[in-house]
């Protein structure tokens, strides 16, 4: 018998890579499109429309969407054809015209805050508890952003879908933590990059539901119903967190799921009392003939991490722990700042460049998947 505290022996017994593995990548990618359907929707929810100003000179005559601000107007006429919140609260002209930019800030601003948040709720409390959570608001705010009565509760709805949109972050963080690490980069890389996928969704949903933005915040609310039983039954909490955690049980069941799916039965991964003791040791099955060729399945056990030895605690800080790491810190930082600044400035500024604002931005879309194959290769 092979004993060992290192948690990789385990997951390998289970199945570090396999249908297991590969099932929990097609969930992230499901949510991870839709949250990118969420951040792009804004830029169709957010459109300058074509207006009007409605006078006593206009009532009797012809007219048309000249798209002109008068100080002395008292009420716009907007294109029906096209509907936003720009024509919904009346934002074309006046001191209120500011307010649709607001609303696509105030999701990333508090995006900013739940990247600082949720990753440290998440490791107290469970990434897979913590998403649950974050899925049902986020597919709450959506629904209910539909039925807005003004700018301001819509402004507010936003920013609670952007504090809940970091959940697909978390999913594919109990992804890597099940994966084998020689498989981490095209993992990672693959659930990113489907991220531009939901811009594709947008563009097409903003142009389906162009003539009531309402339709396209209800429609999009529905996959979050979805992805909910599917995350509950088929998306386990991350066996290495509860491992971490000394949640032995949990985890035991965790790891058994993972080789019940790889076809991994006649490994069981399982908790017992060690005959020697009253401390729990972690039993997984793996072939092992070069240690005893008489046994077909020999086990492995993971004993409990020696909780007599110092334990480093980890936190938000630790990140410039040393002058190399806080260099690296705010390297990484800066460099996806400048990445998104350039990315999400074009996009949603995309109505400016010129043409069908529909087609630019499926375009502008469609343009990041060979740069992610490129990267990725």
Known sequence: MLTTDNFEDALEAAGSFGRAQLMML???????????????????????????????????????????????????????????????FD???????????????????????????????????????????????????????AFSPNIYIYIALRAIAGFC?????????????????????????????????????????????????????????????????????????????????????????????????????????FLSLSSSSDDKILFTAKTAIDENPKLDIPQITMNEPNTSAPQLKLSLFSLFGTFRASILTLTSALSWFAASFVYYGLTYNVQNIGGDVYVNSLLLTITEFPSWLVFSG
């Open 26 to 88: 097609a969930l992230v990618c499901y949510i991870t499109a839709y949250n990118g359907w969420q951040a792009f929707a804004a830029i169709f929810a957010t459109l300058e429309t074509k207006f009007y100003c409605l006078s006593s000179k206009t009532l009797n005559e012809t007219h048309s969407y000249d798209g002109i601000c008068e100080e002395s107007c008292t009420q716009y006429i907007y294109d029906p054809s096209v509907t936003s919140i720009v024509s919904q």
């Open 91 to 145: 934002l074309a002209c006046g001191d209120k015209h500011y307010l649709a930019s607001l609303s696509n800030s105030a999701f990333w601003v508090s995006y900013f805050f739940s990247c600082l948040i949720s990753g440290c709720v998440s490791d107290r409390f469970g990434r897979k508890l913590i998403s649950l959570i974050e899925l049902v608001v986020l597919g709450s705010a959506t629904f209910l952003t």
């Open 165 to 269: 949109s970091l959940n697909f972050t978390l999913d594919l963080v109990i992804l890597a933590e099940s994966v084998d690490k020689k498989y981490l980069s095209i993992f990672g890389v693959t659930g990113i990059a489907i991220f531009g996928l939901g811009g594709v969704f947008a563009a097409i949903s903003g142009y389906v539901f162009r003539a009531s933005w309402q339709l396209q915040f209800v429609v999009m609310s529905l996959p979050t119903v979805l992805y909910f039983f599917l995350h509950f039954f088929l998306m386990p909490e991350s066996a290495r967190w509860l491992h971490s955690k000394q949640r032995f049980n949990e985890a035991e069941k965790a790891l058994k799921w993972i080789a019940k799916l790889n076809g991994k039965e006649t490994s069981p991964v």
